[in-house]
């Protein structure tokens, strides 16, 4: 069956240009789905952590079996509740070998591994026709972003993003009121994430990444980098602790800005900035993410609508000006924690303020709704909004659903990528502590040798190459 994979791969990488979907291409994919009445097959990938909470929601929906475990550390404290959980499901240390055995009996994948290893997993499994549910953000480089998205298309498979308030009644609500016109003409965004992160307090002067420690027994330590650039091993990269490094992860705004930005990106129809500004960086330094950044996006006029600005803050000190009126925001308790504790209530919690040509709205995050501020001015509206519509699934029950074909995604690549490229420009100009100006239609950065080379990142480890050609 390996042989199969990579006779699979080396085929689609040399014909793909001219065959495109072709009836002798499509022939060479399992592309096995769940029927309206019979439960998704779903392998699972990362099972430890989000992951395993990931597996549960799936799980609880009644709409899937889990039939694979794959993580490169089973039998680590933070994988071994999903084994026990599912004792039934074979086990895998290597995503390669589980689709090499069981590619024909998978109907979906989830990815829920960290950051730099989504890529190869997501495109292994779609162009083996795969469905797959990817969490957040899709990858880690926008070139790996962009071949992700070519991919959902050349493929045909549905896809969804693991941003979860995407289905909730923020989707439902700023959907509603921008298509009655009640949010138009917006002009600016403060998006904000002030909660103490992994990476505060950490020595910020370094040069060199950390020696290495013994490479725990359960794990593949090989396999856990994937196609990133060998690092040795090092507490302090993995069960989480990769979100802090520019190797790895996308530090805070890419953990949170796919929950508080999300539903803005959409409906106000952003996509890409063509200028990416950062404006404060605490701390700043080569290897993990700053203490405390101030990152400025400027998206053009769409159609009928202003020019727009999104300004990012993240540290524990670092508020963006708060309009008047806005009074103590609650925190929405149905928010999911963060793998590393509860989300602790602070003066500022988690969320955006929207700044229109008359109105300005203020929300949180994840399925969080907004408010009209100040109260008068809440009141003064309340009889012209429309009524919003409740949410038919939670967004794990959505992908299971289109998988069978009863739903359509709301978070697909198509949606989520251009997002996730947000994210993936944001972090680019933290590391290099640079303004970039990016040109939208050939998705170039146009002042900066270095920054248009990281659109691509490092090449891949040897070994990793086949997944890009995919």
Same mark, same amino acid.
């Given at each position: 069956?390996?042989?199969?994979?990579?006779?699979?791969?080396?085929?689609?990488?040399?014909?793909?240009?001219? %065959? *495109? /979907? @072709?009836?002798?291409?499509?022939?060479?994919?399992?592309?096995?789905? !769940?029927?309206?009445?019979?439960? =998704?097959? $779903?392998?699972?990938?990362?099972?430890?952590?989000?992951?395993?909470?990931?597996?549960?929601?799936?799980?609880?929906?009644?709409?899937?079996?889990?039939?694979?475990?794959?993580?490169?550390?089973?039998?680590?404290?933070?994988?071994?509740?999903?084994?026990?959980?599912?004792?039934?499901?074979?086990?895998?240390?290597?995503?390669?070998?589980?689709?090499?055995?069981?590619?024909?009996?998978?109907?979906?994948?989830?990815?829920?591994?960290?950051?730099?290893?989504?890529?190869?997993?997501?495109? %292994? *499994? /779609? @162009?083996?026709?795969?469905?797959?549910?990817?969490?957040?953000?899709? !990858?880690?480089?926008?070139?790996? =972003?962009? $071949?992700?998205?070519?991919?959902?298309?050349?493929?045909?498979?549905?896809?969804?993003?693991?941003?979860?308030?995407?289905?909730?009644?923020?989707?439902?609500?700023?959907?509603?009121?921008?298509?009655?016109?009640?949010?138009?003409?917006?002009?600016?965004?403060?998006?904000?994430?002030?909660?103490?992160?992994?990476?505060?307090?950490?020595?910020?002067?370094?040069?060199?990444?950390?020696?290495?420690?013994?490479?725990?027994?359960?794990?593949?330590?090989?396999?856990?980098?994937?196609?990133?650039?060998?690092?040795?091993?090092?507490?302090?990269?993995?069960?989480?602790?990769?979100?802090?490094?520019?190797?790895?992860?996308?530090?805070?705004?890419?953990?949170?800005?796919?929950?508080?930005?999300?539903?803005?990106?959409?409906?106000?129809?952003?996509?890409?900035?063509?200028?990416?500004?950062?404006?404060?960086?605490?701390?700043?330094?080569?290897?993990?993410?700053?203490?405390?950044?101030?990152?400025?996006?400027?998206?053009?006029?769409?159609?009928?609508?202003?020019?727009?600005?999104?300004?990012?803050?993240?540290?524990?000190?670092?508020?963006?000006?708060?309009?008047?009126?806005?009074?103590?925001?609650?925190?929405?308790?149905?928010?999911?924690?963060?793998?590393?504790?509860?989300?602790?209530?602070?003066?500022?919690?988690?969320?955006?303020?929207?700044?229109?040509?008359?109105?300005?709205?203020?929300?949180?995050?994840?399925?969080?709704?907004?408010?009209?501020?100040?109260?008068?001015?809440?009141?003064?509206?309340?009889?012209?909004?429309?009524?919003?519509?409740?949410?038919?699934?939670?967004?794990?029950?959505?992908?299971?659903?289109?998988?069978?074909?009863?739903?359509?995604?709301?978070?697909?690549?198509?949606?989520?990528?251009?997002?996730?490229?947000?994210?993936?420009?944001?972090?680019?100009?933290?590391?290099?502590?640079?303004?970039?100006?990016?040109?939208?239609?050939?998705?170039?950065?146009?002042?900066?040798?270095?920054?248009?080379?990281?659109?691509?990142?490092?090449?891949?480890?040897?070994?990793?190459?086949?997944?890009?050609?995919?």
């Amino acid at each position: 069956m390996g042989t199969n994979r990579r006779d699979f791969i080396r085929n689609v990488s040399l014909g793909a240009a001219g %065959l *495109a /979907m @072709s009836g002798s291409l499509m022939g060479m994919i399992s592309s096995k789905r !769940a029927s309206a009445n019979e439960r =998704v097959n $779903l392998a699972c990938c990362g099972i430890g952590n989000q992951g395993a909470a990931d597996i549960m929601a799936l799980y609880n929906t009644g709409q899937c079996n889990i039939v694979a475990l794959c993580d490169t550390d089973m039998g680590a404290r933070h994988t071994t509740r999903m084994m026990e959980q599912f004792p039934n499901a074979p086990r895998f240390q290597d995503f390669r070998v589980m689709f090499d055995k069981m590619a024909n009996q998978i109907d979906a994948v989830l990815i829920a591994t960290p950051d730099h290893s989504h890529f190869p997993i997501t495109m %292994l *499994a /779609m @162009s083996l026709g795969k469905a797959v549910f990817v969490e957040k953000p899709l !990858a880690r480089t926008f070139h790996e =972003v962009e $071949l992700m998205m070519q991919a959902a298309l050349r493929y045909g498979v549905v896809t969804q993003m693991g941003n979860q308030g995407h289905s909730g009644a923020n989707y439902f609500q700023f959907k509603a009121w921008v298509e009655a016109g009640i949010i138009k003409d917006v002009t600016h965004i403060n998006a904000h994430m002030n909660n103490p992160r992994r990476w505060h307090g950490w020595d910020t002067s370094i040069t060199k990444f950390p020696s290495g420690d013994p490479i725990p027994s359960t794990l593949d330590w090989d396999g856990w980098v994937a196609a990133a650039e060998m690092r040795d091993f090092h507490r302090d990269f993995v069960n989480g602790q990769w979100r802090c490094w520019y190797d790895f992860g996308l530090g805070a705004l890419g953990d949170w800005g796919a929950h508080i930005i999300d539903t803005a990106h959409r409906f106000l129809d952003l996509g890409l900035p063509y200028e990416i500004n950062p404006i404060k960086l605490d701390g700043h330094n080569s290897f993990f993410f700053p203490q405390a950044s101030t990152i400025d996006f400027k998206f053009p006029e769409r159609g009928n609508m202003p020019a727009c600005n999104i300004t990012w803050y993240d540290g524990i000190d670092n508020f963006p000006p708060l309009p008047d009126g806005l009074g103590n925001v609650e925190l929405d308790p149905d928010i999911p924690p963060p793998s590393d504790g509860a989300i602790q209530p602070i003066s500022l919690n988690p969320g955006k303020e929207i700044y229109s040509k008359d109105l300005v709205f203020a929300g949180g995050t994840h399925a969080s709704t907004l408010s009209i501020i100040p109260e008068e001015k809440a009141r003064e509206m309340q009889s012209k909004l429309p009524d919003v519509p409740r949410s038919p699934s939670d967004h794990y029950a959505n992908f299971l659903l289109a998988v069978k074909g009863q739903e359509e995604a709301r978070s697909p690549f198509e949606i989520s990528g251009p997002l996730s490229q947000v994210f993936s420009l944001g972090v680019m100009a933290q590391f290099l502590n640079k303004k970039l100006v990016f040109d939208r239609e050939t998705k170039q950065i146009t002042n900066s040798k270095l920054g248009n080379e990281l659109l691509v990142g490092t090449p891949p480890r040897k070994g990793w190459e086949e997944f890009y050609k995919l």
